[in-house]
Each structure stands twice: as structure tokens, then as C-alpha cells.
Nanobody
Framework: QVQLVESGGGLVQAGGSLRLSCAAS????????MGWYRQSPGKQRELVAT???????DYADSVKGRFTISRDNAENTVHLQMNSLKPDDTAVYYC??????????WGQGTQVTVSS
């Protein structure tokens, strides 16, 4: 049962932009903190950004000022706007839904490739 559906990855040149989207059910969206993680080959999965149900955001230092996470409550969708992309941003990006005392939910992952 797929509960988080991601879209928006692709290939972009350094300095370009991409927007990732993750759609969830209204039940999940209204109760879970939503976030994005990424994983590149040979590295551990790392937090990129999170947004709480109340709209509070948190970002990895490496993306602050370049990435923006947002929630569209009408569409039960979380977006990650990625600007000024760098080759180091190349990774598979995963949507995450987190709620205390519940099992985390994960999307299937979407590839982002930034060419130099």
C-alpha cells in the first residue's frame, strides 16, 4: 500500500532548480510531520528538511537558503523547492512522514541528478 507518492525529480544543470512533491492521504497529512531525506551512493540517508503540521520548518545546514519546504493543506501535498542546485545535491530523495510512537512512512524515492 503506497501511502506517499513522490514526483518531480530529474536531471538539471548546476545552478538550476527543481521542485519535488509528495502526496499523502488526508489522515497522514494532518497528523504527521512531513520531510525530505536524501541518499547518495555510499552514504547514509540524511535529513534535508522537515515541516510540522503547524508549519514549523527545519533544514540541513547544507541546503539552508537554497531549499524551501512547504505544505499545501488543500492538496495534502508537501513540496521541496530546490534552487541553486549543486552537483553535491545529486541523490535519491525520499519523502518521509513522521509521528511520535508511530512507524515512519517512506516514499519510493525520486532521483535528482545535478550536472556540473
Amino acid at each position: 500500500q503506497v501511502q506517499l507518492v513522490e514526483s518531480g525529480g530529474g536531471l538539471v544543470q548546476a545552478g538550476g532548480s527543481l521542485r519535488l512533491s509528495c502526496a499523502a492521504s488526508s489522515y497522514i497529512f494532518s497528523r504527521y510531520t512531513m520531510g525530505w531525506y536524501r541518499q547518495s551512493p555510499g552514504k547514509q540517508r540524511e535529513l534535508v528538511a522537515t515541516i510540522s503540521t503547524g508549519g514549523s520548518t527545519d533544514y540541513a545546514d547544507s541546503v539552508k537558503g537554497r531549499f524551501t519546504i512547504s505544505r499545501d493543506n488543500a492538496e495534502n501535498t508537501v513540496h521541496l523547492q530546490m534552487n541553486s542546485l549543486k552537483p553535491d545535491d545529486t541523490a535519491v530523495y525520499y519523502c518521509n512522514a513522521h509521528r511520535i510512537l508511530r512507524t515512519d512512512l517512506w516514499g519510493q524515492g525520486t532521483q535528482v541528478t545535478v550536472s556540473s
